[in-house]
């Protein structure tokens, strides 16, 4: 950092001393004393170096082929030749549950570590959902992937799943609890509908309430994302269903 004092003749208290250098810090005294001048150099961090594009294209395209096997299982085996593993990867693994496909998933550039007793290794955490066939949601992980050098690419070595969470299905029962059993098959329609077209939609129903009223209001997560692409946006939803000649009507909110 650096300092400079300079002393200045003095001065009364209503003739303010001004400066347009901002790195000049003017500190005020007493008109029978000094004016203090401190200029502070800039000390700034060097900024981060810059994401490898290799290295998060490599994750990218190996998740992006993931999620078509989870959807195509005839692809599974071709995913596994490319990864450098003598280990046989379980389907629930590569793929996701049983009856289920990845829905979205996403991983951070910034993420990308590079293990310091292998030259060109590097892992990455990486989030993924798998929805059922009518786009609820059922489990949700954090993965730990390792990739090593490869050809003139990077190939995964290891799939590490971590702090995995299947959501139970519930939100039936709930349903049925509060005699709307049947209106929740519109429901998934209305909820998966994409406001872009290509877009793909999943959803977790986080709540379903009978009012004192007889509506019903079901509260559920949204969460779009481009096939094939990283990333992932989510958004809470609430319908109000009401009764309506013997039936129940979505009622806006």
């Known amino acids: 950092m650096l300092l400079i004092v300079a002393f200045a003749a003095p001065c009364f208290a209503d003739e303010p001393v001004y400066s347009t250098d901002p790195r000049i810090i003017l500190v005020e005294e007493p008109a029978d004393s000094t004016v203090e001048i401190v200029l502070v150099g800039e000390n700034r961090e060097p900024p981060p170096p810059p994401p490898d ?9 190996f998740l992006s082929a993931r999620q078509d096997a989870s959807i195509d299982h005839s692809l599974a085996a071709q995913v596994r030749r490319e990864m450098t593993t003598q280990a046989h ?9 049983s009856g289920a496909s990845m829905a979205a998933f996403d991983f951070d550039d910034d993420d990308i570590r590079r293990a310091e007793d292998h030259a060109g ?29 490869s050809g003139d690419g990077y190939a995964c ?3 590490a799943p971590t702090n995995v969470i299947s959501w139970e299905a519930t939100a039936a029962q709930r349903a049925a609890d509060a005699g709307i059993a049947r209106d929740m098959e519109g429901l998934k329609e209305y909820w998966r509908r994409p406001s872009n077209p290509g877009q793909s939609v999943a959803y ?6 009978r009012r004192p009223d007889g509506d019903v209001v079901v509260s ?19 319908v109000v269903i009401t009764k309506q000649d013997g039936s129940f009507q979505l009622k806006s909110r």
């Open 220 to 238: 559920c997560l949204r969460y779009t994302a481009s096939p094939g692409k990283r990333g992932f946006e989510t958004e809470s939803a609430s």
């Open 157 to 159: 070595a290891t799939i």
């Open 89 to 97: 990867v379980p389907d629930d693994v590569l793929t996701g549950p």
């Open 121 to 149: 290794r590097f892992s990455v955490t990486a989030t993924v959902l798998f929805a059922s066939t009518d786009g609820q949601i059922i489990e949700s992980r954090d993965e730990e992937l390792t990739f090593v050098p």
């Open 53 to 61: 594009i290799a290295r998060s294209a490599a994750v990218e395209e």
């Open 204 to 209: 977790s129903v986080s709540d379903v309430e």
